[in-house]
């Protein structure tokens, strides 16, 4: 290449190194395998949960709401009130047990119980029409979290479906369905969903009567309508945005270049790399919706009596404040833990696993 | 030291401590920079060269940390530095230009109010005689209409012309030494080319000093008086251009030169190193390279090799120059 | 040599309608009107500056967009929509981006074996597993990386997955996107190599894409240089390093940095003043002109058609330098 030639290392100085000669003897490739170690296998998932478990609002969020979920389970198979039921003592109705505060007897109870009557003690008092409160919130929180879980699946199903489709397909049909999301984002959803019960309820008024819905009442069904007419929209919203991006990795075009059907690529490629961010969004969504339930209730359009909601325990209490303050303090924490613990906890999740936030 | 020397680096570590554990991204490098001189650093992904640039001027963002070791510029330890000092400091004595230049700049701004807030930072100058400045500068960078450019964003800007920006930004208040981290990797040839020509002409003119990063030995031996070539956060070799390619002593280095496409060796095959880049966080003992070395030996396992004075224009740290002479004084003794 | 060459691309256009603002349609011609052939067997060089097409040349032959415009012959059988979904095995592409290029959620021996899914290319899991095996050990990887998955791995083995899958249901041709341009220098000369011994073993045709004219002068027996969606330039590969005749091509050429001190001092680089003009306002005539040293007004008239200047070297230039 060139002339040049480099001046001669200084041999002495080298030379009078003390070196084990043995040493320069050449590595075999045995050793130099070992040399270097590979890293542990890890999924994207069980790298994702290890990192959830670090994050200790997660994690306390997580154990909350276990303890919540055990506690509805659990609680109506130790308590041996119903949610309707008025104390009754002897088979007779026990019309001092009005508004008991937590953790007392009522007069006619401590009669019974000093006669050998074994009775369960009231945790959180009593209401004012001598219903277990305890068994009231357990249930109302039972109600508010079914809702919300319903509610989002809901959601989730026809944002799924629909966002995948927009996604997909892109140009016209995707611009259309777009403009039709646009219109509905706009709409009142407090507005409608009064609007709604109303109507449903002159309009199922009597039919639904005996069936199973009637529990729930005209005004919940109204409520699982709505959520079903509006609030998909920004889960549709969501999903198309990540097939978008999504479509533009390189993998997809190699899943063109190979034959694949459109199908197959959205099984296999599109929708299980936006699983995570879906999931973190329904996680978030669940807070939302039960928060939107207890708010109904709160202004009265939610569960039908005598069927609590934490909203509508929250509603009748606020009439009763000054006297009774426990009442409402009961149904608001409950409220107040639930949406924390689900916010806190999706928080977590989209930290633990969202591709775009790894360091 | 001597006068001519601006900036020493001795025994610099740097670490990132992630989740995964510790990424010792530099682990000892010392080396020295001259007034007027150009020093190429040269390694490929992971070897901590664009860390080592990010240490200099103190910009690690967490988790990353200088763990040990001195930068001492004109006699002064700047990991001492305090907060208020690095400011004044930053920019006006060491400035820096990145890789991309469509994300080192910001696009909301448009490119006079970048270039004259550069200025205005760092000197005293009226908003008139800034704005005269920041013109000098695009002229002096290449930059033809500047008056046009000043008011232009940067998304309406070139590649190339962006790249000039930047480095009238970094020149803007003539610093000692100018740090390039991989300037040229993002642009097409024929405006790397242009614009290594014109850093060549500028260093001429200003007579600043400059630390090329790169990954691309072409760009390497063109401009580089100086060589450093880094491997997993270590000083392979070091020395002038005609050193470290005519006359490479470390077995990395030779691997490099080897499995480069060369113009008319067509029908050569290229002589890869065989496996896959070293797992910063788990640096193996003994020389990093050991496990991809055709000629590794024992004590390249189990002891990392001291830099070696090979002439005084180069230092290689490598067991392979050791052994070179041991078997060339056995050949003498048998004769 | 009069066998019908395996890849016949001619005079191909794909133009993208893009919107400059709400009432005006640009057209950006990203590919006007190339053509080429390549042999079996043999290695077709593209190289250009970003923007130049080459990328969309490629993509465009496997049909990923659709022509605006030309024809694509391969073996003979022009291929049409109708028809390409036949010919998807017969040619496959590997990309660049060793990042995206790989579902990160499916492990390598899926990735590797999807292909084989797809066209139903096995009788029974075992064979399957078999294929698979064989599949990653032909590019140099261990058939127990097919547990693992893609962020496991460093960029040179993820590309080679990438090969891997581009060669499960035996191509005859395959376009190479830039496959080693993200990829660290040692780990390129692997993955060059391996390109190179599955030529030799199997016999495929490659479409070569890449920037980097080191690269490319290495693997290919021709190059053809493109600028702004149009071939220039086109000649074997020692004629395009040694004569070449587009001042384009003469620097490009120049502006390689090479890795060789006495050789970067004493080389004459010619820098191209001015900047690549926007694919989308297109000056008429000869695309290169506002950048060349030698145009004239007969540049600006019309664009100049590929003509033969030595043997099997084209050039489209009206003054094409010795």
């Not at chain 3, 499960?168 to 990829?183: K, Q, T």
């Not at chain 3, 330039?233 to 091509?249: G, K, L, M, V």
Request: with cysteine; proline share 5%.
């Amino acid at each position: 290449m060139s002339n040049y030639t480099a001046d001669k290392i200084p041999k002495k100085k080298l030379l009078s190194l003390q070196l084990d000669l043995s040493k320069f003897e050449r590595a075999t490739d045995a050793e130099k395998e070992q040399h270097e170690t590979m890293r542990e296998s890890t999924t994207f998932f069980r790298d994702g949960m290890h990192k959830l478990f670090k994050n200790p609002l997660a994690v306390i969020s997580m154990i909350v709401l276990v303890l919540i979920i055990a506690t509805i389970i659990v609680a109506p198979m130790i308590v041996p009130y119903k949610y309707s039921e008025m104390i009754t003592i002897d088979g007779r109705r026990d019309k001092t047990a009005k508004n008991l505060a937590p953790l007392t007897y009522s007069v006619n109870e401590q009669k019974a119980i000093a006669a050998g009557q074994e009775i369960f003690p009231h945790i959180f008092g009593t209401d004012e029409l001598c219903r277990d409160y305890f068994i009231r919130v357990v249930y109302g929180a039972r109600v508010s979290l079914s809702v919300g879980f319903f509610a989002s699946l809901i959601v989730l199903i026809i944002g799924l479906l629909y966002g995948s489709i927009a996604g997909y397909a892109g140009g016209r049909t995707d611009l259309i369905m777009m403009r039709i999301v646009d219109v509905i984002y706009s709409l009142p959803d407090v507005l409608m969903v009064i609007l709604l019960s109303v109507v449903l309820d002159q309009v199922l008024g009597t039919s639904l009567q005996g069936t199973a819905l009637a529990a729930l009442g005209s005004n919940m069904i109204s409520l699982f309508i709505v959520f079903g007419l509006l609030y998909w929209v920004g889960m549709a919203r969501l999903v198309r945005g990540q097939i978008l991006q999504i479509k533009t990795n390189e993998y997809v075009l190699a899943a063109r270049a190979m034959g694949a059907k459109p199908s197959r690529i959205i099984r296999k490629h599109i929708l299980p790399n936006c699983m995570s961010v879906i999931i973190i969004s329904t996680a978030l969504q669940i807070p939302s919706a039960i928060f939107t339930e207890s708010f109904l209730s709160f202004i009265g359009l939610g569960v039908q009596a005598p069927m609590p909601s934490l909203g509508s325990l929250a509603n009748a209490a606020r009439q009763a404040l000054q006297a009774y303050p426990y009442k409402l303090f009961f149904p608001a924490i409950g409220i107040c833990l639930i949406v924390l613990s689900f916010n806190l906890l999706g928080d977590g999740l989209r930290d633990a696993f969202d591709p775009k936030l790894r360091r | 030291m001597s006068e001519t020397t601006l900036l020493q680096v001795k025994n610099l570590h740097t670490s990132f401590f992630t989740d995964a554990g510790e990424v010792q991204a530099v682990n000892g490098i010392s080396f020295n920079l001259d007034r007027g001189k150009v020093l190429g650093i040269v390694g490929e992904s992971g070897s901590g060269k664009s860390v080592t640039a990010y240490s200099l001027m103190r910009i690690l963002t967490d988790p990353g940390r200088v763990t040990e070791g001195e930068v001492l510029f004109k006699g002064e330890d700047v990991l001492k530095y305090s907060e208020q000092k690095m400011h004044s400091f930053r920019g006006s004595r060491i400035s820096m230009i990145f890789q991309d230049p469509m994300t080192s700049l910001n696009p909301v701004y448009t490119v006079g109010n970048q270039l004259r807030e550069a200025i205005k930072i760092h000197t005293n100058r009226n908003p008139k005689q800034v704005r005269e400045r920041a013109l000098e500068m695009l002229q002096l960078v290449g930059v033809n209409e500047p008056e046009k450019r000043l008011k232009q964003y940067p998304y309406e800007l070139s590649g190339g012309m962006r790249q000039r920006v930047m480095i009238a930004m970094a020149l803007a208040c003539e610093p000692d030494v100018l740090i390039a981290d991989e300037p040229t990797t993002a642009l097409d040839v024929t405006i790397q080319a242009q614009i290594l020509e014109l850093m060549q002409d500028l260093q001429k003119k200003m007579g600043m000093s400059i630390i090329m990063i790169t990954h691309d030995l072409g760009v390497i031996a063109d401009i580089c008086d100086e060589i450093i070539v880094m491997y997993a956060g270590r000083v392979c070799e070091r020395g002038t251009a005609d050193e470290i390619f005519y006359n490479p002593c470390h077995e990395y280095t030779k691997g490099l030169i080897r499995s480069i496409p060369k113009f008319g060796a067509r029908h050569e095959k290229l002589v890869p190193i065989a496996g896959s880049p070293v797992d910063l966080l788990n640096l193996p003992a003994g020389c990093a390279f050991a496990s991809r070395c055709d000629c590794a030996m024992k004590i390249c396992l189990t002891e990392h090799p001291e830099e070696i004075r090979m002439n005084d224009k180069h230092i290689a740290a490598c067991w392979m120059n050791v052994k070179k002479v041991y078997d060339e004084a056995k050949e003498g003794e048998k004769q | 040599m009069s066998q019908t060459p395996l890849v016949d691309v001619r005079h191909l256009k794909e133009y993208f309608s893009v919107k400059s603002d709400m009432l005006t349609k640009l057209q950006l011609k990203a590919v006007d009107d190339v053509s080429f052939t390549i042999e079996k067997g043999e290695t077709l060089g593209l190289v250009g500056e970003s923007g130049c097409g080459k990328t969309t040349v490629g993509r465009t032959l496997l049909r990923l967009y659709k022509p605006t415009a030309g024809e694509f012959y391969f073996d003979g059988n022009l291929i049409t929509d109708d028809n390409i979904a036949k010919y998807r095995k017969d040619m496959q592409i590997v990309f660049q981006d060793p990042y995206s290029s790989l579902n990160p959620r499916m492990t390598m021996g899926d990735i590797v074996g999807e292909p084989l899914d797809i066209h139903h290319l096995y009788s029974s899991k075992a064979e399957r597993r078999d294929k698979i095996a064989q599949l990653l050990q032909l590019v140099g990887l261990n058939s127990e990386h097919a547990r693992r998955y893609a962020h496991e791995f460093s960029g040179g083995q993820r590309q080679r997955v990438g090969i891997a899958r581009a060669l499960a249901v035996n191509p005859r041709f395959i376009v190479c996107d830039e496959p080693v341009s993200a990829l660290d220098v040692s780990i390129q000369a692997q993955i060059i190599n391996t390109f190179e011994e599955l030529q030799e073993k199997l016999g495929i045709t490659y479409l070569f894409i890449a920037h980097d004219l080191l690269v490319v002068q290495h693997m290919s027996r021709r190059i053809a240089v493109m600028y702004l969606g149009k071939i220039v330039e086109i000649a074997p590969a020692d004629e395009i390093i040694y004569h070449p005749s587009h001042p384009y091509t003469k620097s490009l050429i120049s502006a390689i940095p090479l890795p060789d001190p006495n050789a970067a001092r004493e080389r004459h680089r010619i820098i191209l003043e001015g900047d690549v003009p926007s694919p989308l306002h297109m000056p008429k005539g000869c695309p290169f002109r506002s950048r060349c040293r030698y145009a004239t007004a007969e540049c600006a008239e019309q664009c100049p058609e590929l003509k033969e200047i030595a043997s099997g070297h084209q050039v489209a230039c009206y003054h094409p330098q010795g």
